[in-house]
């Protein structure tokens, strides 16, 4: 999510966040990013348009059996800092 932007990829940080999934800082530094795993997904999140949020919901609605679910990357600027704030 962080180097590549796909909606798949949103969908699933968004789904591991609304659960509470741990923030492993061993997996971002694998995958080279040095920030704490907190900083980096709240920089991305809030550098995600609106327009590419929709495009990236038109990405994974096909896969998704409840159309809310594609409502959530539509809006995944809006809550990927919302849901990191009051998860972490």
Do not use: T, W
């Amino acid at each position: 999510f962080i180097h590549r932007c796909r909606g798949r990829d949103v969908y699933d940080v968004l789904f591991m966040l609304r659960l509470k999934f741990p923030l492993d800082r061993e997996m971002f530094l694998v995958k080279k990013i040095k920030e704490p795993p907190k900083e980096a997904l709240l920089n991305k999140f809030k550098s995600l348009k609106k327009e590419e949020c929709k495009r990236l919901a038109k990405q994974v609605r096909p896969f998704l059996f409840k159309e809310e679910e594609a409502e959530f990357v539509e809006k995944a600027y809006f809550y990927g800092p919302e849901l990191l704030m009051r998860n972490y």
